[in-house]
């Protein structure tokens, strides 16, 4: 009875009767850390919106574009405030196509791979208040390190507010 529950037991954590991992479960990790590390960041072309690269901004202006210390910007914690420079494509009202960049805020809501998932905590101005874009207060911003510009601590309560909101858009984490 009780060899028959251990071999049960067993079989439901996947290992091999000897206690070795089976092939299958070591690959598991390395596939789950493949696709995390695979979610799809904005475009210009699909999505209207795009962040740009703090990192490569520094690089061109090292003297007059500072950011944080890359430790900073890779150790993240739900709850901080990411600053983040948005590229968004607007049409002028001659339907001139235009690509604005604004800075905004987010706060960090989670961390899937090397990607973060912060809420976006400002209402851009390039696009109407009205129109029906991804692109909103309240709308998950999928970046990277190599994204933020600036870092901060907003009170407690108000990132506790913040996060405790149910997303106006969700971004897909495949």
């Not at 090292?62 to 950011?67: K, L």
């Not at 914690?77 to 905004?104: H, N, P, V, Y």
């Not at 911003?141 to 901060?152: M, N, R, S, T, Y």
Request: glycine share 4%.
């Amino acid at each position: 009875m009780i060899m028959a529950t251990l071999e049960r037991l067993d079989m439901e954590r996947n290992l091999a009767p000897s206690g070795r991992w089976t092939l299958r479960d070591k690959a598991a990790p390395r596939r789950l850390a493949w696709t995390l590390s695979r979610m799809r960041l904005p475009n210009i072309a699909q999505d209207k919106w795009t962040l740009r690269s703090a990192e490569a901004s520094h690089a061109a202006h090292p003297e007059t574009f500072r950011i944080p210390p890359a430790i900073q910007r890779h150790n993240l914690k739900r709850g901080q405030a990411a600053k983040l420079m948005f590229e968004i494509k607007s049409e002028d009202e001659d339907g001139t196509l235009d690509i604005a960049c604004e800075r905004m805020w987010v706060i960090v809501a989670e961390r899937v791979g090397d990607t973060y998932i912060g809420i976006l905590d400002n209402q851009p101005i390039s696009i109407a208040h009205g129109e029906d874009a991804y692109l909103r207060f309240g709308a998950e911003i999928p970046f990277k390190a190599e994204h933020v510009i600036e870092v901060d601590t907003p009170p407690t309560k108000y990132s506790a507010w913040q996060l405790g909101q149910k997303p106006e858009r969700e971004w897909s984490r495949e």
